[in-house]
Nanobody
Framework: QVRMVESGGGLVQTGGSLRLSCVTS????????MGWFRQAPGKEREFVAA????????YYADSVKGRFTISRDNAKSTVYLQMNNLKPEDTAVYYC?????????????????WGQGTQVTVSS
């Protein structure tokens, strides 16, 4: 059974930084592409970033490009999201997700496993 646990969320001022981590158990990490999504109150879950199985390819939503960096450490079964220059509109619950298929990186239903989420709040 796959278990994914996010951490690193919190309250930060505009312009600040946070680093999210997501540890995955269940022997699937190295064979899975990983993604980060977020969901603000009253809004749909949206794609933030994704990284290929090897870590050689990364993808970002336009809204975070240049500010966020996704990375992974397959030896630690962990995916990270470094978030810099945070803005109030980045406030949301952030979820990590894992997928073994070959569909679109930006569509939530293409992911097989999800973490429970971690809250990120950016104050103005």
């Amino acid at each position: 059974q796959v278990r994914m646990v996010e951490s690193g969320g919190g309250l930060v001022q505009t312009g600040g930084s946070l680093r999210l981590s997501c540890v995955t158990s269940g022997n699937t990490f190295s064979s899975a592409a990983m993604g980060w999504f977020r969901q603000a109150p009253g809004k749909e879950r949206e794609f933030v970033a994704a990284i290929s199985r090897s870590g050689g390819r990364t993808y970002y939503a336009d809204s975070v490009k240049g500010r966020f960096t996704i990375s992974r450490d397959n030896a630690k079964s962990t995916v990270y999201l470094q978030m810099n220059n945070l803005k109030p509109e980045d406030t949301a619950v952030y979820y990590c997700a894992a997928r073994s298929g070959i569909g679109s990186y930006i569509i939530p239903r293409e992911y097989d496993y999800w973490g429970q989420g971690t809250q990120v709040t950016v104050s103005s």
